[in-house]
């Protein structure tokens, strides 16, 4: 802990200076500071830092500007959550990993990309990394995270509804955008396009993951606990079942959102191909309070148990 202190206490100074100096909001003086850092223009000294612990330290002063930030699309996914999907696409992908192959893994809202950077940090050095996001100053945070912690991570800066130019991945990971689609003219192409008004974004989000992802390839979104319930859910079921198979519903621990309405789970699907075939029994679990040792040790044990019996 003390070298991520130092080191979010070196990044936070200059980034408080430069921010005062040139007139700028807290996260585009994160920006700032990342790329004078990597231009070899400051260091942090005496410390010899691990990946690790500069994705926690950047972490850390991100967390501090989106506090201060009002925009809604200017939100992390928790460490927490990163490790748990971590932890699963290690599961699925685990006789890939362990031979000497690598794997390609998308995740089309990167965001400021700690979701994938701690999925990275966890599975090691054989995930090649793509991510897309159209908010400008976040996709170039994600950007100068990623270089500093020397991961392999290509970076689209569009909306990743429309047309990608990128070729199908193994998997794709996303913590889903909630909320409506302003789009029409490019929502009106989706399966999932409502009939009348506009369609939710994470409706078309998991219709687009699908589109990219290999035949056979698994798909991991945290989305709304609601999914299924809202005015729009029947045309969404219909199309997941024509397309995926269902591997898993995770409820995760409530300790971990603001509030019931904030509530996600883990969703995962797996694009259907002609050689694979449905699970017999979709994982349906909860994970405990993450404080709960003994309790999280019986869960992991009951997603080998299924693992065993499934895959």
Avoid at 256 to 268: D, G, M, V
Wanted: charged share 25%.
């Amino acid at each position: 802990m003390e070298t991520i202190e130092k080191l979010f206490s070196f990044i936070d100074e200059y980034t408080e200076n430069t921010a005062k100096e040139h007139e700028m909001t807290y996260l585009e003086g994160v920006l700032e500071t990342l790329n004078t850092w990597l231009e070899g223009e400051i260091k942090p000294a005496d410390l010899e830092p691990s990946k690790e612990e500069i994705r926690k330290a950047i972490q850390l002063v991100l967390l501090k500007g989106m506090h201060q930030s009002t925009q809604p699309n200017h939100q992390m996914t928790p460490d927490s959550l990163g490790l748990l999907l971590g932890y699963f696409v290690e599961q699925f992908y685990e006789k890939e990993l362990t031979s000497n192959g690598k794997i390609t893994v998308l995740d089309p809202a990167i965001g400021t990309g700690n979701l994938l950077l701690t999925v990275m940090g966890l599975v090691g050095d054989k995930i090649e990394g793509i991510g897309v996001e159209i908010d400008d100053l976040l996709i170039q945070l994600a950007a100068a995270s990623a270089e500093l912690e020397k991961r392999s991570v290509s970076l689209y800066r569009q909306d990743a509804l429309e047309n990608l130019i990128i070729d199908p991945v193994d998997a794709v990971i996303c913590d889903l955008p909630v909320g409506y689609y302003p789009n029409d003219e490019v929502a009106k192409d989706y399966e999932v396009k409502a009939p009348e008004g506009m369609t939710y974004a994470h409706h078309l989000f998991i219709e687009q993951s699908l589109k990219y992802v290999k035949d056979g390839g698994y798909l991991f979104f945290l989305v709304p606990n609601h999914i299924f319930e809202s005015e729009q859910s029947s045309i969404l079921n219909k199309f997941i079942t024509s397309k995926a198979w269902i591997q898993a519903v995770v409820q995760l621990p409530d300790e971990l959102f603001k509030s019931k309405a904030h509530e996600k789970c883990l969703f995962i699907l797996q694009k259907k191909n002609d050689t694979g075939k449905p699970v017999k029994e979709v994982l349906l679990a909860k994970v405990p309070n993450l404080k709960n040792i003994k309790a999280l040790e019986l869960f992991f044990a009951k997603v080998q148990k299924w693992k065993k019996e499934q895959k």
